[in-house]
């Protein structure tokens, strides 16, 4: 991250005054900072996270080894200095003096070997254990022997990482919450230690006191943060809605300072008003088709269904907030292997977005649906679309819905689904097809690509291909940066090939904050930092 990217970004500095804010705490008014990021979290445990808004959660409630600034720099967290070996296989990290968790226990380095065996032994079920393929013995990790990762406690305060190749993101990895710590005494004390205040240890600037499930969450400052004094606000609540209109009226109202969901009707009224907040980001969002299921199995059919959506009515018309047509699936805003060009750039277009070829492309869809035994749509039997409540989400379904019956003459279902059942539905692979998103983990493509190996924890189309898996194998154990950059854009046009996902648009990052907030900021990974946030005398 420490490329010319984050200097690109609008890095959102703004100032705070809140006004008094209710919800179940004796604390004084002035002390509490009242935010929405997102719904009644799936999981707070660092290992199962898949989502953005959660990932906010967990940066304010844990630290890994490294931590990212405004600019999405990698600095020292947990560890307050770290040495690199000549051939950039070692890292040794040193924990820093006072590094403590929220019941004032010292965190060792055993308690980081111990979270990074977890996160990675595939028994435990981490949707981004594949991460910690970087780690020296992690394909013997994957063969069963959970041991063999190689992290080691030399003592208490020292910790030693051996990787299989150079990774140059290895210390953005360090910054990313599935690399945190865990206590395994909090852990073994059963399932329910991530989901309740009194069970929930943690190491952050703030510790969960607490968690009315489906209505809000209280963090606090957390006393033995080294940097504690430097934290803004005593308490933060998290506010936790779905309805993104429910969310509009709370902001309206006062009861909260910052929304991030604004109801697509009312982008395009909210612009230009000192509220509204919008900031490129490094994502793409997407649709997932479920490839073990007929007829989704077949790559000409994901083609045909993927060339009949008009893009630019989607971003233009329903979106509106700044999105731009996908013609690929890494997004724009990720160097290539010359850092003064971009991957996109360098990669180009797999299908053209301009709106003169829509007619085109739609041309093209048909042919192809023929091929594949579905002239004009004829037996085709009738999809399924699913999506979580959302304004936004529903209107990009229902024009996805007609486009396919007017352009394919296929029928198409609309599905909104709660947001858990929504997730569950979305990683057991019980769908045709999945509105899906995702933001750059690090600044490298290889954060979009390797997402789609065979059996990823992510990779929830169930789309398994020998060519690619080897591809990525190739990419991480590549030294060169050239050779490396082109094994990344092979590997993209053949999953473009395959087409297992519709690239739908590149994202933006839209909300809505109090013009008096001061010290807020944005990554470009889309998570939000309060802990920096002043608040007034």
Not at 321 to 335: D, I
Request: glycine share 8%; proline share 6%; aromatic share 12%.
């Amino acid at each position: 991250m420490k490329r010319k990217i984050f200097t690109l970004l609008l890095v959102l500095i703004l100032a705070v005054s809140l006004s008094a804010c209710g919800g179940g705490d004796d604390k004084p008014a002035s002390s509490m900072l009242s935010v929405n990021v997102g719904p009644e979290p799936e999981s707070i445990d660092p290992a199962f996270n898949v989502s953005v808004d959660v990932a906010t959660l967990l940066i304010h409630g844990f630290e890994g080894l490294m931590k990212l600034d405004e600019n999405g720099v990698p600095q020292p967290g947990m560890a307050g200095s770290y040495e690199i070996s000549d051939d950039l296989l070692t890292y040794t990290f040193n924990i820093r003096d006072g590094a403590m968790w929220n019941d004032g226990e010292p965190l060792t380095a055993e308690q980081f070997v111990y979270a990074w065996k977890r996160a990675a032994d595939p028994s435990t079920g981490a949707p981004y254990g594949y991460l910690f393929d970087v780690v020296k013995g992690y394909a013997d990790v994957m063969e069963g022997n959970a041991d063999a990762l190689w992290v080691k406690a030399l003592d208490e305060r020292t910790l030693e990482v051996a990787l299989s190749a150079p990774c140059p993101y290895f210390l953005e990895l360090c910054a990313f919450p599935t690399f945190s710590p865990v206590r395994e005494d909090a852990v073994l004390s059963g399932e329910s230690w991530a989901a309740e205040p009194g069970t929930y240890v943690s190491n952050g600037p703030y510790s969960l006191e607490e968690w009315v499930h489906d209505s809000y969450m209280v963090y606090a400052k957390n006393e033995y943060y080294y940097d504690a004094d430097a934290i803004g606000p005593d308490n933060i609540r998290f506010v936790l809605m779905e309805d993104d209109a429910a969310a509009l009226a709370a902001f309206q109202n006062g009861e909260i300072s910052f929304t991030d969901t604004l109801p697509a009707e009312e982008v395009e009224a909210w612009q230009g008003k000192p509220e509204y907040g919008a900031m490129p980001t490094i994502g793409t969002f997407f649709i997932s088709f479920q490839t073990q299921k007929e007829p989704f199995d077949d790559p000409m059919v994901r083609k045909a269904l993927s060339l009949a959506i008009d893009r630019n009515y989607i971003c233009e018309q329903i979106s509106k907030a700044g999105e731009q047509p996908a013609g690929a699936y890494v997004p724009a805003g990720l160097t290539d292997s010359d850092i003064n060009v971009q991957f996109r750039e360098a990669g180009g277009d797999y299908y053209s977005v301009e709106p003169s070829r829509y007619e085109a492309n739609c041309d093209e869809a048909r042919e192809l649906l023929a091929l594949a035994g579905y002239p004009a749509g004829s037996g085709f039997p009738k999809l399924e679309y699913i999506f979580n409540e959302s304004t936004l989400h529903l209107q990009i379904g229902e024009a996805l819905q007609s486009m396919w019956k007017e352009e394919l003459g296929i029928e198409a279902a609309v599905s909104q689904q709660e947001w858990g059942t929504f997730i569950g539905s979305l990683m057991a692979g019980n769908y045709d097809l999945a509105r899906n998103g995702w933001n750059a983990d690090y600044n490298d493509p290889i954060s979009f690509l390797d997402m789609w190996v065979s059996g990823g924890g992510n990779n929830v189309a169930g789309w398994s291909n020998a060519e690619y898996d080897e591809l990525i194998y190739e990419i991480k154990s590549t030294v060169d940066s050239k050779t490396r950059f082109a094994k990344m854009h092979e590997a993209e046009t053949l999953l473009m090939d395959q087409m297992p996902i519709i690239p739908i648009y590149f994202s933006a990052d839209v909300f809505l904050i109090d013009p008096e907030l001061e010290g807020f900021y944005c990554s470009p990974l889309g998570f939000k930092y309060f802990m920096n946030v002043s608040m007034p005398e």
